[in-house]
C-alpha cells in the first residue's frame, strides 16, 4: 500500500510533536518532513513534494495563508490548516489562497486522519473510506450528517453548521417541512436557539457558501454516487441542500 506523504508546519513545538507522534503511528501515513517556519516550509515542502501539508495558521515569519499562496502556485500539494480560532475575515482570506480544509483546536484525531485520507490520492484507502462513508452502516444521525459536512468542507466552528444540522433533523421527521422553510422550518430553529429566523437563513447560506467556495463539489458527487453540481459556482439553495441530504438519509434508513 503507497502511504499518504504529509508535511508537518506547526510553530509550537509540543503541538508539532503531538502529531507528528499521533500519524506516525498510523500505517498509511508517512512524515515527509517538518518546519515551525514558513519560509522553511515552502522550501521544504517543495523538495519533499508531499501530498499534503498540515499547516497552523500561525508560522514563524510568514503565516500559514502566505505559505498556501506560495505551495499553491507552484505545487500540487493540498493544505489542511489549523488554527484555535477563526474569524469570517481570516475563512475568506484562506477560501482566497486556496486552503484545501481547515480544522479547529482542539479536534478529534480520527476527524483528521479521516480528512486526510478523503483528501489523498485514489491509490490510498481514500477510495475505500470513501465508499464506506457512501454506502455506511446505521448509525447516529448527528454523526453521519456532520461527516457529510466535514467531507465538503462546512467547519463546525460556524453558527450555520447546527442550524444547518438541525434543519436535516428535522426535515428528516417531518418531510413536508421543506416546502414551509420560511414559516414553519427557520422559525422551529430559531426557537430552539434562541436566535430570529432570519439570522437562522442567512447561518445556513453562509455554511453552504463556505463549503461550495471550498471547491469540494467533487467530493458532493462521490457521496451521491451521482454528478449533482457541475462546479463551485452551481450552489444550491438552502432548501434544495436540506432536501438532498435529508432525501439521502432517508433512503438509507440512517437514524
Not at 108 to 117: G, S, V
Not at 150 to 161: D, E, L, V, Y
Amino acid at each position: 500500500m503507497q502511504k499518504v506523504k504529509l508535511f508537518i508546519a506547526d510553530s509550537n513545538f509540543e503541538e508539532q510533536t503531538k502529531l507528528k507522534e499521533m500519524l506516525c503511528s498510523c500505517e498509511e501515513f508517512e512524515i515527509a518532513g517538518v518546519a515551525d517556519d514558513g519560509y522553511m516550509t515552502i522550501d521544504l515542502a517543495k523538495q519533499s513534494n508531499p501530498e499534503i501539508v498540515l499547516c497552523n495558521f500561525a508560522l514563524k515569519n510568514i503565516d500559514g495563508i502566505t505559505v498556501t499562496e506560495k505551495l499553491k502556485a507552484e505545487t500540487k500539494t493540498k493544505i489542511i490548516m489549523f488554527s484555535s480560532a477563526f474569524s469570517d475575515a481570516v475563512i475568506k482570506r484562506m477560501v482566497d489562497s486556496g486552503v484545501d480544509y481547515y480544522m479547529l483546536r482542539p479536534f478529534e484525531p480520527e476527524a483528521l486522519k479521516k480528512q486526510i485520507l478523503y483528501m489523498a490520492e485514489p491509490q490510498t484507502k481514500a477510495g475505500r473510506i470513501l465508499s464506506e462513508f457512501v454506502a455506511p452502516a446505521p448509525r447516529k444521525l448527528d454523526k453521519y450528517i456532520s461527516e457529510i459536512f466535514m467531507t465538503i468542507g462546512i467547519p463546525a466552528h460556524i453558527k450555520g453548521f447546527q442550524f444547518l444540522r438541525e434543519a436535516i433533523k428535522i426535515t428528516i421527521e417531518k418531510p413536508e417541512i421543506i416546502n414551509c422553510i420560511t414559516k414553519q422550518l427557520y422559525p422551529a430553529i430559531a426557537k430552539k436557539f434562541n436566535t430570529s429566523p432570519s439570522k437562522v437563513e442567512r447561518a445556513i447560506r453562509h455554511a453552504i457558501e463556505v463549503g461550495w467556495a471550498r471547491g469540494k463539489v467533487e467530493q458532493l458527487n462521490n457521496l451521491f454516487g451521482i454528478k449533482i453540481y457541475n462546479g463551485p459556482h452551481d450552489r444550491p439553495t438552502n432548501g434544495e441542500f436540506i432536501a438532498l441530504v435529508a432525501d439521502k438519509m432517508l433512503i438509507e434508513g440512517v437514524s
